[in-house]
């Protein structure tokens, strides 16, 4: 779809701008505290500040602060059933993208921070990131699987253009000849094209991207930072013309907000040269709830009560269930109609998704790495 259809399209939904207090860039209404925080800190007016100061105070922008750690380990195993993937590394922690919806938001409630305005603007990474995936792979016990990278926070939001992590990381699994699949919102992936589109040749590579949206409007305040729907298509595009299989998420689906463009969405990403596509009903764990709720107020008043009660309808009568076999989909009589809608288009645009999508990918041709130390100890005899 070219990009002007998609700014022109008349059939966009009303928009009105936030009625609260809002950070330009930033997903979070505010800096809610995390769960395991012992002291509650809450602002006030004592009265003092002039009105202009305050004006003044709430309109300055959060500056992104990146914070380099050496991470004790790289791989994380993963025994989810309803998760197509077993391992997993993410050279990041917190996500600049500041996507709302963001379901690893409550994990910076375990360093402390919130997982709000802290979670966009303060980055952890993970600067050892290569050396340990290279140690991981040389263990002898290490049995090869498609390592999923960037599940939890974004692999390539912005200061990856400066760090180059995932890049790194990248050239280990190619030069070793083990299988990957990505999932990102950005356009910085086409970077890597020198990479991954040979290893897709040997069906070690596949790519995954998140489209929600096609509303650039919409888009801007539920994943103010993320690549724009249309920037999204044309990274697609590129992809798929490099021979690198693409996936699309349609993630999440929020009823009254991104749910009816369910299949304009997936005719767009299918005519961007997509191989299949899946979705996911919204899903509101710990802080992710309040902090959702809070975006609703600012951005969609008039529609926050009508959102909240489907998705409550989708979860059995609460704001979330977690259940392995619910939480992804949903249950009721809403989550059967948008599976049908989604199933029909699928199967209309040829988009059928593959059970286990990353499994198909090639681990036989491994090459187990021979770290350093090991050279240097077979040298002495």
């Given at each position: 779809?070219?990009?002007?259809?998609?700014?022109?399209?008349?059939?966009?939904?009303?928009?009105?701008?936030?009625?609260?207090?809002?950070?330009?860039?930033?997903?979070?209404?505010?800096?809610?505290?995390?769960?395991?925080?012992?002291?509650?800190?809450?602002?006030?007016?004592?009265?003092?500040?002039?009105?202009?100061?305050?004006?003044?105070?709430?309109?300055?922008?959060?500056?992104?602060?990146?914070?380099?750690?050496?991470?004790?380990?790289?791989?994380?195993?993963?025994?989810?059933?309803?998760?197509?993937?077993?391992?997993?590394?993410?050279?990041?922690?917190?996500?600049?993208?500041?996507?709302?919806?963001?379901?690893?938001?409550?994990?910076?409630?375990?360093?402390?921070?919130?997982?709000?305005?802290?979670?966009?603007?303060?980055?952890?990474?993970?600067?050892?990131?290569?050396?340990?995936?290279?140690?991981?792979?040389?263990?002898?016990?290490?049995?090869?699987?498609?390592?999923?990278?960037?599940?939890?926070?974004?692999?390539?939001?912005?200061?990856?253009?400066?760090?180059?992590?995932?890049?790194?990381?990248?050239?280990?699994?190619?030069?070793?000849?083990?299988?990957?699949?990505?999932?990102t919102k950005s356009s910085l992936i086409e970077r890597d094209i020198d990479l991954l589109a040979p290893m897709a040749e040997k069906r070690q590579a596949m790519a995954a991207v998140t489209l929600t949206t096609l509303d650039a409007q919409i888009a801007r305040t539920l994943e103010p930072r993320a690549a724009a729907p249309s920037r999204r298509l044309r990274a697609i595009r590129t992809l798929a013309d490099a021979g690198i299989p693409v996936a699309v998420s349609i993630a999440p689906v929020i009823p009254f907000i991104t749910e009816q463009d369910l299949e304009k969405v997936m005719e767009a990403v299918k005519e961007a040269g997509a191989s299949h596509a899946s979705y996911v009903v919204l899903r509101l764990p710990w802080e992710v709830n309040p902090l959702f709720q809070q975006w609703l107020e600012a951005h969609f008043p008039e529609r926050a009560q009508r959102v909240m009660n489907r998705v409550r309808e989708l979860h059995g009568g609460q704001d979330y269930d977690a259940d392995f076999a619910t939480r992804m989909r949903g249950t009721g009589v809403w989550s059967e109609l948008i599976r049908q809608r989604f199933i029909q288009s699928a199967r209309r645009l040829g988009l059928i998704r593959h059970v286990h999508g990353a499994g198909l990918l090639d681990a036989s041709r491994f090459k187990k790495p021979a770290l350093q130390a090991d050279k240097r100890q077979l040298d002495l005899f």
């Open positions: 779809m070219p990009d002007d259809d998609i700014a022109n399209s008349k059939e966009k939904l009303p928009y009105r701008k936030a009625s609260a207090p809002t950070q330009k860039g930033r997903g979070a209404v505010s800096n809610l505290q995390g769960r395991y925080e012992l002291q509650l800190r809450e602002t006030f007016d004592d009265g003092w500040q002039s009105e202009d100061c305050s004006t003044e105070l709430t309109s300055l922008r959060r500056q992104t602060e990146v914070i380099g750690e050496q991470a004790k380990s790289i791989l994380t195993r993963n025994q989810s059933p309803d998760l197509p993937f077993g391992v997993s590394l993410n050279p990041y922690r917190g996500c600049e993208h500041g996507c709302i919806y963001c379901f690893a938001r409550p994990t910076h409630s375990y360093l402390g921070l919130s997982p709000g305005l802290d979670f966009e603007s303060r980055i952890f990474a993970k600067l050892n990131a290569p050396e340990l995936l290279l140690q991981e792979l040389s263990k002898k016990s290490y049995v090869p699987e498609t390592i999923a990278l960037g599940v939890n926070t974004d692999a390539y939001q912005p200061c990856e253009r400066k760090l180059g992590l995932t890049r790194r990381v990248l050239q280990i699994l190619h030069e070793h000849d083990h299988p990957v699949a990505l999932i």
